[in-house]
């Protein structure tokens, strides 16, 4: 007798824990190598298939869409950004689109303050000096000074869960709190936070030491932090990215930094569809730059708990509900097309 479970493929490797439940649940394909898979591998491997559970390393373009077997239903992203699937596309080919929102905001923030210490502390400097060089010459009055961070103002770019987040962190450790987002947040998320809301960005940017983008990446800010608002910034500030490298333009980012007017930037998301720019890798090496490797996000805890929210939102797809995570274009509503199937 045929298998009734439903069929999905699963673009990368998952917790063990994760795979071991798609496996009792589902009749699962997983990508056993672990690497980005073509456009050409996803369309076969998806044969007879009703969901692609995709991460952010797929390209999921209309074209793709286009090709998808007719069997396809669902396409259950594993992360909260979608930026990789042509969302508009995927509805008008009735399509049904879910992510994993929510689990990843306490350790993206975390990362954030991670970073915003990181750079005016000079952490990963001391850390080179010590095991690069193997040798110390031990404490002295001006050795390795920095900056303290309390005092200073944060400006957060977009006030959403992450934003809140990071702002919550950075209130304990001193820092003057300010945000620009598309919404006002309420008094009973500004006031324990004593933070400064600023319609304007451009206005906020010039009053900040650091800039902290918590924004996801759409059309609106795709290069947010463009080269004009970076050279409003005040001389000597630093930006903080642990959310997409699209927001800010980088060769801008590398300009002010070379040129001196910003101090440096933290980033954990950067452009890398060509490589590493080497000019930020020289500004890396000359630790004016903190790189980090795409860690945000990156506790077992937080992808169990994406994991299993794939799973929640295929169930219930499965089962003929509205899954609680499902992505819509602008200005859709969820009963606006006729699903697949």
């Known amino acids: 007798m045929p298998s009734q479970k ?15 439940r ?35 390393t797929d390209k999921i373009d209309a074209a793709l869409i286009a090709q998808l077997p007719k069997s396809v239903r669902m396409i259950a992203q594993f992360g909260n950004g979608v930026d990789n699937i042509d969302i508009e596309a995927a509805w008008a080919a009735g399509l049904t689109v879910t992510n994993t929102p929510s689990v ?17 502390r000079r952490l990963v400097e001391g850390t080179q000096m010590l095991v690069r060089d193997g040798v110390w010459a031990g404490w002295s009055p001006t050795s390795m000074l920095g900056h303290r961070l309390r005092g200073k103002a944060l400006g957060i770019v977009g006030m959403g869960r992450i934003g809140t987040a990071v702002a919550q962190r950075a209130k304990a450790f001193g820092l003057n709190i300010h945000y620009f987002s598309r919404n006002r947040r309420p008094p009973a998320i500004e006031t324990p936070l004593e933070a400064t809301y600023w319609p304007d960005l451009d ?36 930006v903080v990215n642990v959310s997409r490298p699209e927001l800010v333009d980088e060769v801008a980012l590398l300009d002010e930094i070379e040129a001196g007017h910003l101090s440096g930037a933290a980033l954990d998301v950067f452009e890398n569809k060509r490589g590493i720019d080497p000019r930020l890798l020289a500004l890396a090496e000359a630790n004016r730059v903190v790189l980090t490797a ?11 708990e994406m994991g299993e929210t794939v799973i929640v939102n295929i169930r219930a797809f499965m089962d003929g ?13 969820g009963g606006a097309r006729v699903p697949r199937g």
Do not use: C, W, Y
């Not at 439903?6 to 795979?19: D, F, G, M, N």
């Not at 795409?294 to 077992?300: E, G, I, K, Q, V």
């Not at 509900?321 to 509503?333: D, F, K, S």
């Open 294 to 304: 795409h860690m945000a996000s990156a506790t077992l805890e937080a992808r169990v």
């Open 104 to 120: 990843l905001t306490e350790d993206t923030a975390d990362m954030a303050m991670v970073l915003m210490l990181a750079l005016p």
């Open 22 to 56: 798609m496996g009792t649940l589902f009749e699962a394909d997983v990508n056993e190598a672990d690497v980005t898979l073509t456009g050409d591998d996803i369309i076969a491997g998806l044969e007879g298939k009703d969901v692609l559970v995709s991460s952010i």
């Open 6 to 20: 439903p069929k999905i493929l699963v673009t990368r490797r998952l917790p063990e824990s994760i795979e071991a």
């Open 203 to 238: 206005a906020m940017l010039e009053a900040v030491d650091i800039v902290s983008l918590h924004t996801p990446h759409t059309r609106e800010t795709f290069h947010i932090l463009s080269a004009e608002r970076m050279r409003r910034m005040k001389p000597g500030s630093f």
């Open 321 to 333: 509900h509205q899954p609680p995570h499902r992505v819509l274009p602008e200005g859709a509503h």
